[in-house]
T-cell receptor, first 114, second 115 residues
Framework: AQKITQTQPGMFVQEKEAVTLDCTYDTSDPSYGLFWYKQPSSGEMIFLIYQGSYDQQNATEGRYSLNFQKARKSANLVISASQLGDSAMYFCAMRANTGNQFYFGTGTSLTVIP | KAGVTQTPRYLIKTRGQQVTLSCSPISGHRSVSWYQQTPGQGLQFLFEYFSETQRNKGNFPGRFSGRQFSNSRSEMNVSTLELGDSALYLC??????????????FGPGTRLTVL
């Protein structure tokens, strides 16, 4: 069975500071992908970053980086230099190569404080 | 390249009615997935279509159905609407070249309210 766990329902961060959103996963498939999405209050899910299970280096996309610790089965999202526009729900997701569905976590609500 | 489009954006229906939602994927994407999002249940997978065939299905009653056309556009239908069907319905498309690298791109969603 595949599972994604996000244990932080809500997080606060000061503007311009960095913040880490936690995500742990469980799968028996050796080949899988990990994804982070941002959902502003408008509702649309915006793709942020991808990490493959065989990738040797942590993924980075602008101010977003993924802290991938395979042995611990964690894929934490790091947002550097937080901006007010970063306030949103953030979802961690996984899809294994066995081709089953995407599995999403319950999300973390991030609020950036001016 | 145009993104995923969903119509309508907002919909109000009454209990017992049926509804059809539409999704047009990104050009070249052959996989379309549907999700239901509610405050209580979070994001739940409904089904995935690839090349007009249902590839995966979530744990929803038979009132929820879908289909995909030859141009990859997809529709989902909910019959005999219940109050609990009020939700944001999200559609996502992907190329599905290989599942583990398959990034899904989402549309803006259809917000359904059942009265």
């Amino acid at each position: 069975a595949q599972k994604i766990t996000q244990t932080q329902p809500g997080m606060f961060v000061q503007e311009k500071e960095a913040v880490t959103l936690d995500c742990t996963y469980d799968t028996s498939d050796p080949s899988y992908g990990l994804f982070w999405y941002k959902q502003p209050s408008s509702g649309e899910m915006i793709f942020l970053i991808y990490q493959g299970s065989y990738d040797q280096q942590n993924a980075t996309e602008g101010r977003y980086s993924l802290n991938f610790q395979k042995a611990r089965k964690s894929a934490n999202l790091v947002i550097s230099a937080s901006q007010l526009g970063d306030s949103a729900m953030y979802f961690c997701a996984m899809r294994a190569n066995t081709g089953n569905q995407f599995y999403f976590g319950t999300g973390t609500s991030l609020t950036v404080i001016p | 390249k145009a993104g995923v489009t969903q119509t309508p954006r907002y919909l109000i229906k009454t209990r017992g009615q049926q509804v059809t939602l539409s999704c047009s994927p990104i050009s070249g994407h052959r996989s379309v997935s549907w999700y239901q999002q509610t405050p209580g249940q979070g994001l739940q997978f409904l089904f995935e279509y690839f090349s007009e065939t249902q590839r995966n299905k979530g744990n929803f009653p038979g009132r929820f159905s879908g289909r995909q056309f030859s141009n990859s556009r997809s529709e989902m239908n909910v019959s005999t609407l219940e109050l609990g069907d009020s939700a944001l319905y999200l559609c996502a498309s992907s190329a599905l070249a290989e599942p583990s690298t398959d990034t899904q791109y989402f549309g803006p969603g259809t917000r359904l309210t059942v009265l």
